[in-house]
T-cell receptor, first 116, second 116 residues
Framework: AQTVTQSQPEMSVQEAETVTLSCTYD???????LFWYKQPPSRQMILVIR??????QNATENRFSVNFQKAAKSFSLKISDSQLGDAAMYFC?????????????FGTGTSLTVIP | GAVVSQHPSRVICKSGTSVKIECRSL??????MFWYRQFPKKSLMLMAT?????????EQGVEKDKFLINHASLTLSTLTVTSAHPEDSSFYIC????????????FGPGTRLTVL
């Protein structure tokens, strides 16, 4: 089974500053998808950004961007101009691109605190 | 949009009783739904994959006789915790994909189960 590792249980950032959350994964597959999900105190999982492994260009969604290093199996999330509403648990997730491989594998999460 | 609902949002029950949790895809058909369990400040643990019209596939270590899953239609999956005990207290989250090979899951808001 694939494994997803988030080595930072907790992170903090000053409001308006930039923070990077790290994620590494282990897989023997060549085609897959990677995701970052946000879970605020409401516990509702919200998709932040996704990356297709076959795309070399890093995904970007407004203030959120990723640094996808396929060879290193690394998928970090950068949050620019951090806002108080960004405070949440962030989960990195992996999904195989194979037809029957639609199971998601989640990392252990990083709790992000935004300091006013 | 793609909205997934769960009902109830919270439930408290006595030990030994059974509890049913519903997961509905409100504006799309979901061939596959997933059930997760999440402990406080922990990651999502996949319990089972629910396929419409067929038996659910349970992850290793999950008791299929205790956690009954039924996916009777393309918009509804149910998780029944039978003979609940305090150790079953947890946050249960479902998710659904729009098609078998979707690269995104849409999450329900979760159900907090407390067994007294």
């Amino acid at each position: 089974a694939q494994t997803v590792t988030q080595s930072q249980p907790e992170m903090s950032v000053q409001e308006a500053e930039t923070v990077t959350l790290s994620c590494t994964y282990d897989t023997s597959e060549s085609d897959y998808y990677l995701f970052w999900y946000k879970q605020p105190p409401s516990r509702q999982m919200i998709l932040v950004i996704r990356q297709e492994a076959y795309k070399q260009q890093n995904a970007t969604e407004n203030r959120f961007s990723v640094n996808f290093q396929k060879a290193a199996k690394s998928f970090s999330l950068k949050i620019s101009d951090s806002q108080l509403g960004d405070a949440a648990m962030y989960f990195c997730a992996y999904r195989s691109a194979w037809e029957n491989g639609n199971q998601f594998y989640f990392g252990t999460g990083t709790s992000l605190t935004v300091i006013p | 949009g793609a909205v997934v609902s769960q009902h109830p949002s919270r439930v408290i029950c006595k030990s030994g009783t059974s509890v049913k949790i519903e997961c509905r895809s409100l504006d799309f058909q979901a061939t596959t739904m997933f059930w997760y369990r999440q402990f406080p400040k922990k990651s999502l643990m996949l319990m089972a994959t629910s396929n419409e019209g067929s038996k659910a596939t349970y992850e290793q270590g999950v008791e299929k006789d205790k956690f009954l899953i039924n996916h009777a239609s393309l918009t509804l999956s149910t998780l029944t915790v039978t003979s609940a005990h305090p150790e079953d207290s947890s946050f249960y989250i479902c998710s659904a994909g729009k098609a078998v090979n979707t690269n995104e899951q849409f999450f329900g808001p979760g159900t907090r189960l407390t067994v007294l």
